[in-house]
Antibody
Framework: EVQVLESGGGLVQPGGSLRLSCAGS????????MNWVRQAPGKGLEWVSS????????YYADSLKGRITISRDNSKSTLYLQMGSLRAEDTAIYYC???????????????WGPGTVVTVSS | QSALTQPASVSGSPGQSITISCTGT?????????VSWYQHHPGKAPKFIIY???NRPSGVSNRFSASKSDNTASLTISGLQAEDEGDYYC???????????FGGGTKLTVL
């Protein structure tokens, strides 16, 4: 059974940093692009970042570029999101999602985790 | 990158059909056949129900169908059931980010 499970969320002060993790299981992790999507309170889904299966290509939402870094460790089947200079507007549920396939199908997310909550507040 | 445009809410009675629209541009919905739809119940992981505009993943009810015309994609749910209540999001491959853009989401209420 394919599963992805996020961890690492919590309460952080404005300007602080946080690293989220996402463990994948039930599939060959290195064969698939992986993604982060967030949902702020009362808002819709917002794509955050994506990384190719081998980690060689990374993509970032313009609104977060420069403050986040996506990475993966295929030996551990784990995806990461390093976030810095956090602001109140970064408060959200952060979801990890597996891409359905390669090329354009990396834009379709077939398995999602339950999310991890990040709260930025003093 | 602006979100795709969806109605904020739709509603229908059990057994009826509803359609949710998703409007983008030629850089996303209109330019590529990589529109997906997701069902999201608050507090749970989103579930993907449509990919490549019209395809249903294994296990998704055939009450869910979808289509696209020019820059607008549509999701139709027939034979509405109480369990269909929730939020629905469209997404599309976009040449702007080279990954994906989501719609703003539509809240479906089953009356």
């Amino acid at each position: 059974e394919v599963q992805v499970l996020e961890s690492g969320g919590g309460l952080v002060q404005p300007g602080g940093s946080l690293r989220l993790s996402c463990a994948g299981s039930g599939f060959t992790f290195s064969n698939y692009a992986m993604n982060w999507v967030r949902q702020a309170p009362g808002k819709g889904l917002e794509w955050v970042s994506s990384i190719s299966g081998n980690g060689g290509s990374t993509y970032y939402a313009d609104s977060l570029k420069g403050r986040i870094t996506i990475s993966r460790d295929n030996s551990k089947s784990t995806l990461y999101l390093q976030m810095g200079s956090l602001r109140a507007e970064d408060t959200a549920i952060y979801y990890c999602a597996k891409s359905l396939g390669g090329s354009y199908l990396r834009s379709t997310f077939d398995y999602w985790g339950p999310g991890t909550v990040v709260t930025v507040s003093s | 990158q602006s979100a795709l445009t969806q109605p904020a809410s739709v509603s229908g009675s059990p057994g009826q059909s509803i359609t949710i629209s998703c409007t983008g541009t030629s850089s996303d919905v209109g330019g590529y056949n990589y529109v997906s739809w997701y069902q999201h119940h608050p507090g749970k992981a989103p579930k993907f129900i449509i990919y490549e505009v019209t395809n249903r993943p294994s296990g998704v009810s055939n009450r869910f169908s979808a289509s696209k015309s020019d820059n607008t994609a549509s999701l139709t749910i027939s034979g509405l059931q109480a369990e269909d209540e929730g939020d629905y999001y469209c997404s599309s491959y976009t040449s702007t980010s080279a990954v994906v853009v989501f719609g703003g989401g539509t809240k479906l209420t089953v009356l």
